[in-house]
C-alpha cells in the first residue's frame, strides 16, 4: 500500500541513500567516474533515483495546467539520441572529406 508507514521508510532510505551518491558524484572529477559508477551505482541506487526523478517531473510539468515542456523535452531528447547514434558517421565524414 503507497500510504503505509514501511513504504515511506524506504522511500526516504532511498532518497537518502540516492543523495548521498549525488553527493560524491558532484565531487567526482571525470577521470573519477568508472570508479565512482563501481562503487556507487547499486540497481537499488538507480532504481531509487530513476523513482524520484520520475515522480518529481511528474509533479513539476503534469500538474494542473500542464503546458508545452513535455512535448519539448521529449523532443529535444529524441534529438539528442539521434544525434548520438550518427555521431561516429559525421566524424568519419568530417575526416574524410579533409582528403576530397
Known amino acids: 500500500h503507497p500510504g503505509s508507514p514501511a ?14 551518491a549525488l553527493r560524491t558524484l558532484l565531487e567526482t572529477k571525470v577521470a573519477g567516474l568508472p570508479g565512482w559508477a563501481a562503487s556507487n551505482l547499486t540497481k537499488q541506487t538507480a532504481t531509487a533515483a530513476t523513482s524520484e526523478f520520475v515522480s518529481s517531473y511528474k509533479t513539476t510539468y503534469f500538474g494542473k495546467g500542464a503546458g508545452f515542456a513535455p512535448v519539448l523535452h521529449t523532443a529535444l531528447l529524441m534529438m539528442t539520441i539521434g544525434y548520438v547514434m550518427e555521431y561516429p558517421h559525421l566524424a568519419a565524414h568530417e575526416r574524410q572529406s579533409k582528403y576530397h
Open 7 to 20: 513504504t515511506f521508510r524506504l522511500s526516504v532510505m532511498s532518497s537518502a541513500t540516492v543523495a548521498k
